[in-house]
């Protein structure tokens, strides 16, 4: 952008990295969608992978079954990362990557990609490594308690953070190896506090890791701390934002400084990239959003002292699917508008000395301080999430958050007050107002991945190669070699996403997170709406001879529990007995979990849009398995076409993200399962609803 030559105005910051969050369906139809974000005016790119390369699968793996390009792009191997970049020199560009428990792949994949870009212009392949520079997202903690795109256990998973940390230090000085990730757990339902000390004890973890490895000399662990980023999240109440933002700044000071003892202030700076609140999205006049998004943003801008390095905003209609390239630009204009309409950026910070602040800021450290202090005697963060703390605590702090909107006391605007509106001309057409992936994306996939693998174990040199690299990864994963290494020469021999993390899964094993909900206390257990759903719950099992029993079930890769959770511990507390298992299941293992515990309902959660492959799999098992009339609900981002065609085949209900209200949720399935057992159904609502 031009310079001003109004000599009566102060000079500007520059900007923060403007992106945009975007990847689906293919490597070349993302590529096509960077390149033009790009030429929009966008200055970095953060790139959306799909769960199964999320989750180390590939297309082909019984688990993708129907997540294939529908949250993000799929990578399965180097071909496809070349053609994801292609005409995008990585030498030059800034690049957030979504990407945590295969973040070493899918590095090691960028970094060959970027060496075959200078091998083909003639440069130095080594010299564009070192230029790299950008984000492997890589918090596995935070995995563990919202998203649920983890495969390890916390042991290994942070051996391979460690070897990626003292990898880039050395190699790619420009990289950030980790972004700490708060930005789930507010969506999991943490306060400022919790978000601020859950990511300082990640951040603790991660850096007594990377010390006690002994790969990094002493001398120079300010350089490990001064690529340590952060990715925060910012909800409506910008001014609590705010100052969480300014508390952050002041605790990673303080840390980095006295526990690690880091004398440089460039190495302490608290460097942080932010996407505003999804998680208060509404499908309920989603209009809404817009303003919603721009005083999320705010709270990251406006404060010199704290303002974020990198935003990427949310569209207004992502509570009702995928956004639409427009809805991304729509976003982009919204960051360019303040950026480089309004004056902000020509003033120091604006609320140095306010009295205001300065109490808040220190109400939240104290708060961050207390709760990290707590979760170090547990032993730090690890033992944290193995013993089930922070998720219970999560879990039960979102708890608090619904029940304050279900009662009005959290205003939400269109949701549960001002609903009243006129017809919405933005989703007049609902099906054009969001993205659809192309059905054919999948099978398309599946037909590449198989194809690549083919090709490659048709020459006995590259098939020989293949294996000698995997053989090689397997062995220096059962040693303390650094994992990069192998994994470098796992992307150069054509080794593919599911062949890498299959490797480690034979040597790491598994693991399943605890899901919090058996260790919560549901909240409001006294309130008169859940007084009467209790009453009706307790009337049918009296009527049936029997307490009802509910399943609630994840199938897929989709691992954003946090609604399920919610309704599982809802409905225990509402008086059913209740079945959850946690996330990444097949439609096969909840049906036999449900015919095992001869349950009354199955309540199935989706929200990457894989509800039209799964949810009709479920209902064909349960009929095949002598159990096709126990009903089955579904809730989830459902488009209303999709809804329709749900109970065409055989959903009792569809549930939504406009149905806020627990109780009275809980209230229809009880009428759900009179229906199934041939009673008539209560139609009175709960009074108190």
């Not at 209609?317 to 956004?323: F, K, Q, R, T, V």
């Not at 939504?656 to 109780?663: A, I, R, V």
Request: proline residues 5%; contains cysteine.
């Amino acid at each position: 952008m031009p310079e001003s030559t109004d000599a009566s105005r102060p000079p500007r910051d520059r900007p923060w990295v403007m992106r945009t969050y975007a990847g689906h369906s293919s490597a070349a139809a993302s590529n096509a969608l960077y390149r033009r974000n790009l030429d929009k005016g966008q200055t970095g790119l953060s790139v959306a992978f799909d769960l199964p390369t999320q989750t180390g699968y590939d297309p082909d793996h019984v688990l993708a079954r129907g997540e294939v390009g529908k949250v993000g792009v799929p990578i399965s191997h180097i071909g496809d990362m070349r053609a994801l970049f292609a005409d995008i020199p990585l030498s030059r560009m800034n690049t957030s990557m979504t990407i945590n428990a295969t973040a070493m792949w899918l590095l090691a994949l960028y970094q060959v990609a970027a060496e075959e870009q200078a091998e083909a212009a003639g440069e130095d392949p080594a010299s564009a490594v070192r230029a790299l520079a950008g984000t492997t997202q890589n918090d596995i903690i935070k995995e563990y308690l919202s998203r649920g795109t983890y495969v390890f256990a916390p042991g290994p998973s942070l051996r391979l953070i460690t070897d990626m940390v003292t990898y880039t230090v050395t190699d790619i000085p420009k990289w950030n190896p980790i972004n700490i990730c708060s930005y789930h757990l507010q969506e999991a339902g943490a306060t400022p506090v919790q978000e601020i000390a859950y990511a300082m004890c990640t951040a603790i973890a991660v850096l007594d890791a990377v010390r006690d490895s002994g790969q990094v000399p002493p001398e120079r662990f300010g350089e490990v701390v001064a690529r340590i980023s952060f990715f925060v999240n910012a909800g409506v109440r910008f001014v609590e934002e705010m100052c969480k933002m300014r508390a952050f700044v002041q605790l990673w000071d303080e840390l980095t400084r006295e526990r690690y003892g880091v004398t440089d202030d460039k190495a302490r700076r608290f460097r942080y990239g932010v996407q505003v609140n999804s998680l208060g999205l509404t499908e309920a006049q989603p209009e809404n959003n817009v303003q919603r998004i721009v005083l999320e943003m705010l709270a990251v801008t406006l404060s010199k002292d704290a303002r974020a390095r990198a935003v990427q905003l949310p569209a207004w209609n992502e509570a009702l699917g995928l956004p639409r390239p427009w809805d991304q630009q729509w976003s982009l204009r919204i960051q360019q508008v303040l950026a480089y309409e309004s004056d902000l950026l020509e003033y120091d910070d604006l609320f140095e000395g306010s009295t205001v602040v300065a109490a808040k800021v220190a109400e939240l450290v104290e708060g961050a301080r207390a709760e990290i202090d707590r979760v170090q005697a547990m032993g730090g963060a690890v033992p944290a999430v193995e013993g089930g703390y922070m998720k219970s605590e999560l879990v039960a702090s979102h708890s608090r958050r619904r029940q304050r909107i279900e009662l009005g006391e959290d205003v939400v605007v269109g949701v549960n007050a001002f609903e009243t509106t006129e017809p919405n001309p933005l989703t007049a057409d609902l099906d054009a107002a969001i993205q659809s992936v192309d059905p054919g994306v999948e099978a398309a996939a599946v037909a590449a991945v198989r194809a690549w693998r083919d090709e490659r174990d048709a020459d006995p040199a590259r098939r020989e190669r293949a294996a000698s690299a995997l053989a090689r990864l397997k062995a220096d994963a059962t040693s303390d070699v650094n994992l990069m290494a192998a994994t470098l020469e796992c992307a150069r021999a054509g080794l593919t996403t599911g062949e890498w993390a299959g490797a480690l899964r034979e040597v790491f094993g598994e693991f399943r997170a605890p899901t919090g909900v058996s260790g919560s206390v549901g909240v409001g257990a006294g309130s008169a709406a859940l007084t009467d759903v209790r009453a009706k719950v307790a009337g049918l099992s009296e009527e049936l001879g029997e307490k009802l029993r509910v399943l609630v079930g994840k199938p897929g890769l989709d691992g954003h529990s946090n609604g399920a959770e919610q309704v599982a511990v809802r409905a225990r507390d509402a008086g059913f007995e209740v079945i959850y298992q946690g996330i990444r299941l097949t439609p096969e293992q909840i049906v036999a979990a449900a015919v095992a515990e001869d349950v009354h309902l199955v309540g199935i959660s989706i929200l990457s849009g894989s509800h039209m492959e799964l949810v009709p799999e479920v209902l064909d098992r349960l009929r095949e398995a002598g159990a096709g009339d126990v009903p089955v609900i579904v809730g989830g981002i459902i488009p209303e076409a999709d809804a329709v065609r749900l109970k065409a085949l055989g959903v009792a209900e569809v549930f939504t993200p406009k149905d806020f209200g627990l109780n009275d949720i809980m209230s229809r399935f009880v009428d759900v399962i009179r229906v199934s057992r041939g009673l008539a159904a209560d139609a009175a609502a709960p009074a108190h609803a």
